[in-house]
């Protein structure tokens, strides 16, 4: 029996974010960033009907990965509790980064478009399942097939280099201060704002520009 059903269209939003220790100096805005960046995809429900929004939110440290929230409808969370974001322990980046695109890897349908967004104030120095090397692997096949990863570092960091090495192609450095961290979170939404346009007009956002914003 044929159909003339058009298939949805579908964003799954992975955010991976540090929980290390040193993110404690901007737990309050770290926290109020990522409920803001659950608003935004909320907002780009209610604003693209016709494409369903997932949500895949991960926060690490040595001591433990807390997925807030795992493959869930835009329209189904909620922000998060204080309580929930408490920084401490090392810095697993690629443990972290390895479980969060493999789990969503294993719940994605051909077509759908996934935007990974990856925001750490420190570098690798306690994985235990995974390497760089691996990592980078994953992300070089996922990249053919509708996926964007994006890497928002500290200025401490020379987060250019560091997504390079693992082969991502959009990147932000941001002040670990109240005034950079709050920048950071506002400039990540107009870019979500934007690749979600693209993805409503099946256009792709330029490589390596997915931050870039015109001058007024």
Request: with cysteine; aromatic share 8%; hydrophobic share 30%.
């Amino acid at each position: 029996m044929k159909t003339n059903e058009v298939k949805t269209k579908r964003v799954h939003n992975l955010i991976i974010v540090d929980e290390s220790g040193s993110m404690y100096v901007i737990r309050k805005q770290a926290f109020t960033g990522m409920n803001e960046t659950l608003q935004t995809v909320r907002q780009m429900q209610k604003k693209y009907p016709d494409t369903e929004q997932r949500v895949t939110l991960l926060t690490f440290d040595t001591g433990h990965t807390t997925w807030h929230y795992d493959n869930t409808a835009a329209n189904k969370t909620k922000d998060l509790s204080w309580k929930a974001y408490n920084p401490g322990g090392g810095t697993p980046l690629y443990d972290a980064i390895g479980k969060g695109i493999s789990k969503v890897n294993a719940q994605i349908e051909e077509g759908d478009n996934v935007l990974v967004t990856i925001i750490t104030d420190g570098e690798e120095n306690s994985s235990d399942e995974w390497t760089l090397k691996m990592v980078r692997t994953l992300i070089e096949k996922l990249k053919k097939q509708n996926w964007t990863f994006t890497l928002i570092g500290t200025d401490n960091l020379d987060v250019e280099t560091m997504a390079h090495s693992f082969a991502i192609d959009e990147h932000m450095e941001f002040c670990q201060d109240e005034a950079g961290t709050k920048a950071m979170f506002a400039r990540e939404r107009r870019s979500r704002e934007r690749y979600n346009c693209c993805v409503e007009a099946s256009m792709p956002m330029p490589v390596g520009r997915f931050f870039e914003e015109e001058e007024n």
